[in-house]
């Protein structure tokens, strides 16, 4: 298969006409890759767990790219035109939020709190506004309205999945991609991009990595054994 595009965690081969087979790697990168590692069976985990998230998802109907798992480390998806967008949804503050307004990590937050990134390594992903979406002409109105709507459904349910698996879903960073008039979910739903903390509030998710934490590796393994329940 040709492959398209080599990402920091992922590989993206075209496979048919309207589909991709992505590859997920062990390679982690964080703070704009300026530091990088090996999470061994990271990739395993993100595949499986993403796969999981998309079914799931699907049925409680939200759009996503996902069509199937292929193998340990692969699954196949609709080739979409990704939005140079990354849209967070917090629930606690944590990460770049806390340090940016000195909030102790795990400080609530009045409500589901929605922010857009530009995607853009050179740029470090700065924050952008809604009007500065629509300005720059990188999501027309209705498809903003659409990444919002569904931002906000996926931040329900997946929190609600996690609760009943006894996690806090903290934050989590989504992707979407326009194909033939709709935008759907894209990339991935991982412990690379959601924060995730267990009953005695110890991440389980890349802030292991990220802290020098230790047990990355098992924090992501009980993921994936909690999410497949
Ligand atoms: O670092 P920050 O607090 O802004 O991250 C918010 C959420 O988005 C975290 O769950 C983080 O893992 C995720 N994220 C991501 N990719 C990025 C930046 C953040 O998946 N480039």
Redesign the pocket.
């Known amino acids: 298969m040709e492959k398209l595009y080599e990402g920091k965690a992922k590989v993206l081969y075209r496979e048919g006409p309207d589909t991709l087979r992505v590859y997920f790697k062990d390679e982690a990168t964080a703070f704009n890759a300026q530091k990088r590692g090996v999470i061994p069976g990271k990739g395993v985990v993100n595949n499986k767990v993403s796969a999981a998230l998309f079914r799931y998802l699907e049925a409680h109907g939200v759009k996503t790219h996902f069509l199937e798992e292929v193998s340990d480390r692969e699954m196949r998806v609709r080739r979409v035109e990704i939005l140079p967008l ?1 849209v ?1 949804l917090r629930f606690l503050a ?4 806390a340090r940016r307004y000195g909030l102790k990590e795990g400080t609530p937050l009045g409500a589901p709190l929605l922010e857009f990134s530009l995607k853009n390594d050179a740029l470090g ?1 700065p924050l952008i506004c809604e009007n500065a979406v629509l300005a720059l002409g990188l999501a027309g109105e209705e498809e903003l309205e659409a990444v919002k709507r569904t931002t906000l459904k996926v931040g329900e349910l997946l929190k609600a999945f996690f609760a009943e698996r006894g996690l806090e879903l903290v ?3 989504l992707e979407f991609g326009r194909l033939g008039g709709e935008v759907l979910l894209a990339d991935e739903i991982s412990p ?4 995730l903390w267990d009953e005695k509030g110890e991440p389980l998710d ?1 802030d292991r990595f990220r802290k020098d934490l230790g047990g990355v590796e098992e924090a992501y393994r009980e993921v994936l054994r909690r999410v497949l329940g």
């Open positions: 990354e967070i944590a990460g770049s939020f992903d934050d989590f960073k690379d991009t959601m924060r890349k």
